[in-house]
């Protein structure tokens, strides 16, 4: 029994009297029980309510919000919103391609070769981009956020997994998420060429931690049909591009080293405001401490302690620190990334010995590392959780961080931002910057503040 679209105006149903009643000889209760009725008959036929009534009746003052059932119009709303998002035909950009120049370069060659008069020779040529390096093509997909456009798949004949290693763009090895055929199992996947050539920002299509959908075919291998949204990723600038090394990741333990390398605090900031950019934890780990005295370390982890971090003191020899590393690893999501030669997977070697993560040396002559870890890869721990063990990075360039940003990462700059004499500061040689004024007054780590200007300077 549903409202006549001509009376709703004025009159209500009584579904106990089988009559219409005025809405002006409505008491609140009496509002309220027939309302709730109408949300009820909503909910199980959504086609004789329409929807334009439902937000008429939610609109009156008179509706008790709270007393509305849990399986009101608002469930169906969304499942409405859901249904209209349909995949259609879109123009997109192709990433360029390695193709030869569409301008011509031959004039000479010609005119040697044909011995044509040169005055017939065409005196302009198009250069536009127009040619075979830029091309438009229609997919089918749904535009994602950013400039991210979401592929459309047969999802009945593909499998859900996540990628445990990606090697270059196209070496990729899938492990099958559970509740699904083939659980468990890993397949060798290529990338499918729409994929690795729709228009994007980063370095790689796939990268290792992705979630993907791919079309399984015969030898446990398969092409990856569509990457999934990400959540939580570790990203660097490359080249003008983004490089993703991890992505599905909920937390970064960023390991340093007391010594052999040295300690760099520099780098661990670069890292500490690239995490918070990703939207990923940090936890920072200093390793080796075995090589140096630990109470010469106490100044620099009260003060990221005192900033919020969690930081870890771990010794691979003495086994400092290992057992609270695995407490913080359980049932997260982890990426061990920091300078070559800090020992990550020596860490994670200790952290669960099965793992069997090959090692090395760092060179006795420029006290670096040698790039043992040559790709990130995916790892499953015993007692719940996963880690990725990433290749050592000696530079980090920030990635879509803008100067006037920056100050944002730095949380002890927060209470003073404000007190700044102009809006727009970023705190280098402005009048009235409170920012500086606390770090003569040491109220800021002068270490801090010096790794903040080479961030906004640039000088790596």
């Known amino acids: 029994m549903a409202p006549s679209s001509r009376g709703l105006g004025h009159r209500i149903f009584s579904p106990s009297t089988g009559v219409r009643i005025p809405m002006g000889s409505m008491t609140s209760e009496s509002f309220r029980?027939?309302?709730?009725?109408?949300?009820?008959?909503?909910?199980?036929?959504?086609?004789?309510?329409?929807?334009?009534?439902?937000?008429?009746?939610?609109?009156?003052?008179?509706?008790?919000?709270?007393?509305?059932p849990a399986f009101s119009c608002g469930d169906h709303l969304e499942n409405?919103?859901?249904?209209?998002?349909?995949?259609?035909?879109?123009?997109?950009?192709?990433?360029?391609?390695?193709?030869?120049?569409?301008?011509?370069?031959?004039?000479?060659?010609?005119?040697?070769?044909?011995?044509?008069?040169?005055?017939?020779?065409?005196?302009?040529?198009?250069?536009?981009?127009?040619?075979?390096?830029?091309?438009?093509?229609?997919?089918?997909?749904?535009q994602g956020e950013g400039d991210r456009f979401v592929l459309s798949v047969d999802e009945a004949a593909c499998l859900r997994g996540r990628v445990i290693s990606a090697i270059g763009s196209t070496q990729c090895t899938v492990q099958v998420d559970e509740g699904q055929r083939s659980a468990g199992l890993r397949f060798e996947c290529t990338v499918r060429r729409v994929v690795r050539t729709v228009a994007r920002n980063a370095r790689n299509a796939v990268v290792t931690g992705d979630r993907v959908l791919f079309l399984p075919s015969e030898n446990q291998c398969g092409v990856i049909e569509r990457v999934e949204p990400r959540q939580g990723v570790l990203s660097r600038g490359h080249q003008y591009?983004?490089?993703?090394?991890?992505?599905?990741?909920?937390?970064?333990?960023i390991v340093s080293s007391a010594d052999e390398p040295p300690l760099k605090p520099a780098l661990i900031d670069r890292f500490v405001v690239?995490?918070?950019?990703?939207?990923?934890?940090?936890?920072?780990?200093?390793?080796?401490?075995?090589?140096?005295?630990?109470?010469?370390?106490?100044?620099?982890?009260?003060?990221?302690?005192?900033?919020?971090?969690?930081?870890?003191?771990?010794?691979?020899?003495?086994?400092?620190?290992?057992?609270?590393?695995?407490?913080?690893?359980?049932?997260?999501?982890?990426?061990?990334?920091?300078?070559?030669?800090?020992?990550?997977?020596?860490?994670?070697?200790?952290?669960?010995?099965?793992?069997?993560?090959?090692?090395?040396?760092?060179?006795?002559?420029?006290?670096?590392?040698?790039?043992?870890?040559?790709?990130?890869?995916?790892?499953?721990?015993?007692?719940?959780?996963?880690?990725?063990?990433?290749?050592?990075?000696?530079?980090?360039?920030?990635?879509?961080?803008h100067p006037a940003e920056m100050e944002g990462y730095f949380v002890e700059f927060r209470p003073f931002v404000p007190r700044c004499k102009f809006p727009d500061c970023l705190h280098l040689v402005e009048e009235g910057c409170a920012v500086r004024e606390a770090v003569k007054q040491d109220l800021i780590s002068q270490i801090r503040y010096e790794s903040y200007l080479r961030l906004v300077i640039g000088d790596d």
């Open 33 to 68: 029980t027939r309302t709730s009725f109408f949300v009820f008959i909503a909910a199980i036929s959504p086609s004789r309510f329409p929807i334009t009534q439902f937000a008429w009746l939610r609109g009156r003052r008179r509706i008790d919000q709270t007393r509305l």
């Open 80 to 142: 409405h919103q859901v249904a209209k998002k349909i995949s259609k035909k879109v123009r997109v950009d192709f990433r360029k391609n390695r193709q030869n120049s569409a301008r011509r370069n031959d004039f000479t060659r010609q005119v040697q070769a044909e011995e044509v008069e040169i005055d017939n020779i065409d005196r302009e040529q198009r250069v536009s981009g127009k040619g075979a390096l830029t091309r438009r093509r229609t997919v089918l997909g749904e």
């Open 241 to 253: 591009k983004q490089h993703i090394l991890v992505a599905n990741v909920s937390q970064v333990a």
């Open 274 to 401: 690239s995490a918070a950019k990703g939207e990923v934890r940090a936890i920072i780990v200093i390793n080796k401490c075995d090589l140096v005295d630990v109470a010469d370390l106490q100044p620099m982890i009260g003060h990221y302690a005192r900033l919020g971090y969690t930081v870890v003191a771990a010794s691979v020899q003495s086994g400092l620190g290992i057992a609270w590393l695995r407490r913080l690893l359980k049932h997260e999501q982890t990426v061990f990334t920091g300078q070559s030669g800090v020992g990550k997977s020596s860490l994670l070697n200790s952290i669960q010995p099965g793992l069997a993560i090959k090692t090395g040396d760092i060179s006795r002559v420029t006290q670096k590392g040698r790039h043992t870890t040559r790709f990130a890869q995916l790892q499953e721990l015993s007692f719940g959780g996963w880690v990725v063990d990433t290749p050592g990075i000696r530079q980090l360039e920030l990635w879509d961080v």
